[in-house]
């Protein structure tokens, strides 16, 4: 079956501008993750959704960066007023309810300029 | 709060030889741990968790909570090993995952 797929696969911007990063995850997975990961850095979580909330937004660095899953399907996570820092490969994972195991996406590589 | 550390960002080892990429942790509790791999120009995809306690591509670990460390091991690497691999357990009272910075293993022919 299909797996969990995120567009763009690339997105350049420049600084101060806004943008939105697309996941669709495995259908049926009711619990979907957005990790940011920095070169030479592991994933670093930012929110997690459990149907159409979000049940953990404890690792949002900051309010410029807002999640929303309003039909718990596809996710959106939009960034505004991007700064360079922001630069960095965005993941998502879904993952049945019960279960730890994740399933990634092959994540959006975000160049600001 | 929970940490994970992978000391070495690069082990390389010619193939036939034994690998090791050591990973230690900390964690209130009983944690599972699991270990990821991440191919070139593929995606992040599970390698093994310590609770199924399978071999996955001759790969194992084992779940040490003396010392707490979960390292994974393979006896004989092969050039296909070559890749990304991250450590990772889930955060403490959440559901997302901590994961180590990765060791970047490089099997040489």
């Known amino acids: 079956g299909a797996g969990v797929s995120q567009t763009p696969s690339n997105k350049v911007t420049e600084k101060g501008k806004y943008v939105e990063l697309r996941c669709d995850p495995i259908s049926g997975h009711t619990a979907l993750y957005w990790y940011r990961q920095s070169l030479g850095q592991g994933p670093e979580f930012l929110i997690y959704f459990q149907g159409t909330g979000a049940a953990d937004d404890s690792g949002l660095p900051n309010d410029r960066f807002f999640a929303v899953r309003p039909e718990g399907s596809v996710s959106t996570l939009k960034i505004q007023r991007t700064e360079r820092g922001d630069s960095a490969v965005y993941l998502c994972?879904?993952?049945?309810?019960?279960?730890?195991?994740?399933?990634f996406g092959p994540g959006t590589r975000l160049t600001v300029t | 709060a929970q940490r994970v550390t992978q000391p070495e960002k690069l082990l390389s080892v010619f193939k036939g030889a034994p690998v090791e990429l050591k990973c230690n942790y900390s964690y209130s509790g009983s944690p599972e741990l699991f270990w990821y791999v991440q191919y070139s120009r593929q995606r992040l995809q599970l390698l093994l968790r310590?609770?199924s306690r399978e071999s996955i591509k001759g790969f194992t670990a084992d779940l040490n909570k003396g010392e707490t460390s979960f390292h994974l091991k393979k006896p004989f690497a092969q050039e296909e090993d070559s890749a990304m691999y991250y450590c990772a357990l889930p955060s403490t009272g959440r559901r997302a995952l901590t994961f180590g910075s990765g060791t970047r293993l490089q099997v040489q022919p």
């Open positions: 310590h609770i």
């Open positions: 994972a879904s993952s049945p309810t019960r279960d730890y195991e994740q399933y």
